[in-house]
């Protein structure tokens, strides 16, 4: 899952410095003080009577930026003309960019490539719609749709807001699968005109990854625009989260040495992600799953303003099981938060049965903290990238949409979802699997082709797929 952790960084200090009022070792000393650490130091600009210096100083958090700002700019004859940092200097103009494929040389390249020879082109789409996929970037191009309305752990910040976000996602699409992936923000947060927008735009892509959209929307969303349209739609938060997280579980349950069948789960957080874990967990063939959100474990005889919590109370709990977190948590085998910090105590961990394994996803900090749940647990995993067996969507949309795109899948099964969360445990060796590795690194390189050949073959299994397998293809030539 996407996180927002901290962590020390460097900022550039551009400051104008009068001369005759203040001296570079007053500085330098003033940031010290504060804090700050200085490793290097640039002229910018120098005149009789002002100097212009870039000071890169190490800080450890925003906060820390923002005191030795404020302590720069008591002092006389200092001007702080800017402040930025790594982070900020990376988004500078964007992260991404549009880049032509092959050089436009000469007159005789402009009429291929443009008129009159594309309208040739064009016509042969027309006349064959289905060439749209080999001759247009849709052979390629994945739309990451967003409308701002749940991003990263900062809610509802907009879709200007969330722009960065997706263009990041965009940059993992590229890198990891060679996938070309679009940022696309709506500034709207109405179902229909969402899904009316983005069937607008299917004709340019080859799927659709719907991202950071609030619940419940976001399922009303994804299971239209999955019927209504003929290319894959894929909404990260829910089924990228519950593919990670059974991946992890897969192996988890390997290190101690149980059946993923016959272990007690235990769900916090019954949203997007919730919703879809679980989901995951009964198709992997986990019969006993408990939902916990606010108001305690969801249980079937309930009645709930949220109809996906129907849903989830009709399909879970088989054992009828009611009260808070800490009444339905013990013997559990398996605890999967998906909600926010602090909600799963020391206590609770305690009363869970032998060797239990404990997936805390919230983020930026969990509902139990590795230091505080050593002793008691067996399997630790987070959402972070500072602890061990880190549960990262990045393992999973590159290499899915990979598979989609190379066999023209026309949409995403659940056992092609089931087939990616198997691809990813595997990539974990029995030599290589323990406590603290028991999901690969989202920059191992194996992933992405894992993936995409396990879900190509469920693809032409669930009979989704409309290029042909290699094995038909070699039929057919032998024929």
Known sequence: MAGLNGGGTSIIVRLEMHKEQVTFGQIATAIGDAGGDIVAVDVTRASKTTTT???????????HTNTIEATLKDIPGVKVVNISDQTFLMHLGGKIEVTPKMPIKNRDDLSRVYTPGVARVCMAIHEDPSKAHSLTIKRNTVAVVSDGSAVLGLGNIGPKAAMPVMEGKAMLFKQMAGVDAFPICLDTQDTEEIIRIVKALAPTFGGINLEDISSPRCFEIEERLIEELDIPVFHDDQHGTAVVILAGLLNAVKVVGKQ??????VVTGIGAAGIACTKMLLAAGVTNVIGVDRQGAIVRGETYSNSAWDWYAANTNPFLQSGTLSDVIADADIFIGLSGPGVLKVEDVKRMAADPIVFAMANPTPEITPEEAEPYVRVMATGRSDYPNQINNVLCFPGIFRGVLDCRASRITQDMKLAAAKAIASVVSDDELNEYYIIPSVFNHAVVEKVRESVMEAAYESGVAR???????QDAHHE
């Open 467 to 473: 290029r042909r397998s290699p094995r038909e293809m």
């Open 53 to 63: 210096r870039d000071i890169t100083v190490n800080v450890s958090d925003p906060q």
């Open 260 to 265: 993923l069948e016959s272990c007690k789960v």
